[in-house]
Structure formats: C-alpha cells, structure tokens
C-alpha cells in the first residue's frame, strides 16, 4: 500500500501570506484609525468653512451690486432715501415691507452631512480594541513566520496529534458498527 504525500508542509507555506495579509491589516487598523478619524473631522470642518465661505461671497455680490446700483442710478439710490427716512410721496401707496436683517447677520449655511465609517469610529474611540488588535497581530506575525514554514510541519503535527487522537476515539465510539 502507497502513502500519499505529505501536503502540510505546502498547506503551511500556503498559509503564510494570508496570515501575514491579516496580521497587516488588523495592525494597520489598530495604527491608522485615530489619524484616520482626525482626518475625517478636518474634512467636516473644512466643508462647514467652505459653505460658510460661499455664503459670505454672495452677500458681498449683493451688496457690490446695492452700491453699485447707489454709484449709478440715481432713482434706486432716491428710493433707498426715502425709505431710510420713512419719507412717502404724495398719493403713493404704502406697503408693509418687513424690515431687512442687518447684513452681518447672515443664516448659517446647512451642514454638510458627516461621513460615516463606523468601524473607523469604533476603533479610533476605544484605545483597549486598537491595543488589543495590535496585540492579536503580532500573535499572527510570529505564527506565520513560526508555524507556517515548511519546517515546521513536525511541529504542527504534533501540536494536532492530541486533538486528532481525541476525536478519533471518540468518532470510533459512536460510528455505527458495519
């Protein structure tokens, strides 16, 4: 009878990569997260002071084109007169004409929405998870470049030899009898 070959040195050389892919990410995580969470609250302001900007910009237009208009027309400059001064011709109807908000006085501009990356978040907030991820890999750094070597199958082999033995004898024990 001919044994087949021994694949746990290739499945161990195999599993190399994605361990260490793993390990890298979860490090990765553990390290970025609170410049990452930083970055993005940046990113929220920086969007607040842009819409504040863009309001202020076009309060200045409109008031360049109010004294613009003061400069070169004089019927609207007469007009804003009179109504400074309360002043109404003769036979002219008066309307209620709720009185204008100062011009320093301007509407905040609607807040950008927040952008939402709740692993980020939960990471940056919790200094014990990104301590404990950093911890976890470099449990699997030193399992990928321990046990998941091609030498280091007798190693795997008796670390599973016990469990294996376990659940033969308790398979052999309830397998049905032929």
């Known amino acids: 009878m001919e044994r087949s070959p021994d694949r746990l040195p290739t499945v161990l ?3 190399f990569w ?3 892919v793993v390990a890298g990410a979860l490090f990765a995580l553990a390290a970025l997260a609170p410049g990452a969470a930083e970055w993005k609250a940046v ?3 920086l969007a607040v002071a842009d819409a504040d900007a863009a309001a202020l910009r076009a309060e200045i ?3 360049n084109r109010v004294a613009t208009a003061l ?3 004089p019927a609207f400059a007469a007009e804003v007169a009179r109504l400074d001064l309360g002043l109404v011709r003769e036979g002219a109807d008066r309307l209620a004409v709720p009185a204008a908000p100062p011009p320093f006085a301007l509407d905040p501009p609607p807040t950008p929405p927040a952008e939402r990356w709740p692993l980020i978040d939960a990471v940056a907030a919790n200094r014990r998870l990104r301590v404990t ?3 976890v890999s470099a449990v699997l750094a030193a399992i990928a470049f321990t046990l998941c070597q091609p030498a280091a199958a007798g190693v795997v082999r008796r670390a599973f ?3 294996g033995l376990l659940w033969r004898t308790v398979a052999a024990r309830y ?3 032929p």
Do not use: F, N
Request: charged share 30%; aromatic share 4%; hydrophobic share 40%.
């Open 13 to 15: 050389d195999a599993a």
């Open 18 to 20: 994605p361990t260490l």
């Open 43 to 45: 990113r929220q302001r």
């Open 61 to 63: 237009e409109g008031l």
């Open 71 to 73: 400069r070169t027309d």
């Open 133 to 135: 991820l950093a911890g």
């Open 161 to 163: 030899w016990l469990p």
């Open 175 to 177: 397998r049905a009898a």
